[in-house]
């Protein structure tokens, strides 16, 4: 269980704080909009209505206490890069921060970010990749090149056995598990196991190898 500070509560403040809470974390959040706080009270341990630009109001919430810091303010860079810097100066162990442009990843970066988020870019390559393949259900992606795919079955590997597919030898790719109907994954992959039309199938590998071996 982690400590996190939770700064920005729009909605995808909001979501961020429903899955934290999903997870089992203790989250404080922080919004200077009192109905936004209100909002997320069900999902946090605590809540405080605030502006955390000013240095002050910042110093008085333990930051060196956090596991992480959120910065999910999505509206007002110039906010988001003041608070960023200010978690820092405060001694925050970790600042995630979202951005909404290239160059403000860049600013967050050089202005204490650990990490940063950009949201409508990822969301935008999940959905290009998704829904315009007859194969990939779903996607992590690792570092811009390498992702995680879950996959249907191709029609002429059913019945074949992961040895006989080998998509290691010919694409580069690892097959990690499988999911059943059900949502279940097994993640215990032999080489004699026979692929069927009611699993999808969990691949490692580069976007382009799996553009290759799915023929997207």
């Known amino acids: 269980m982690k400590s996190?500070?939770?700064?920005?509560?729009g909605r995808f403040g909001r979501h961020i704080a429903m899955k934290l809470s999903e997870l089992k974390h203790q989250t404080m959040a922080i919004d200077i909009d009192e109905e936004k706080v209100n909002a997320v009270l069900p999902y946090v341990t605590s809540a405080q209505i605030g502006d955390c630009t000013n240095p002050d109001f910042i110093s008085t919430l333990g930051i060196r206490d956090f596991d992480?810091?959120?910065?999910?303010i999505g509206d007002d860079f110039q906010s988001s890069l003041e608070v960023t810097s200010l978690l820092k100066e405060n001694g925050a162990r970790k600042v995630v921060s979202r951005a909404s442009r290239d160059i403000q990843e860049k600013f967050l970066l050089r202005n204490g970010a650990d990490e940063v988020v950009y949201p409508e870019k990822q969301l935008a390559s999940w959905l290009a990749i998704r829904f315009t393949s007859d194969?990939?259900?779903d996607y992590i992606e690792l570092d811009g090149i390498h992702g995680i795919f879950e996959v249907s079955t191709p029609k002429e590997?059913?019945?074949?056995?992961?040895?006989?597919?080998?998509?290691?030898r010919k694409y580069n790719l690892n097959i990690m598990g499988f999911k059943n109907e059900g949502g279940n994954m097994n993640l215990t992959v032999s080489p004699d196991m026979v692929l069927t039309s009611?699993?999808?199938?969990?691949?490692?590998?580069?976007i382009e190898n799996i553009h290759k071996c799915f023929k997207i």
């Open 68 to 72: 992480v810091c959120i910065v999910a």
């Open 157 to 168: 590997w059913i019945g074949k056995t992961v040895q006989q597919v080998d998509v290691r």
């Open 4 to 9: 996190v500070l939770l700064i920005g509560l």
């Open 198 to 206: 009611s699993m999808t199938i969990m691949v490692l590998g580069s």
């Open 135 to 137: 194969h990939i259900l």
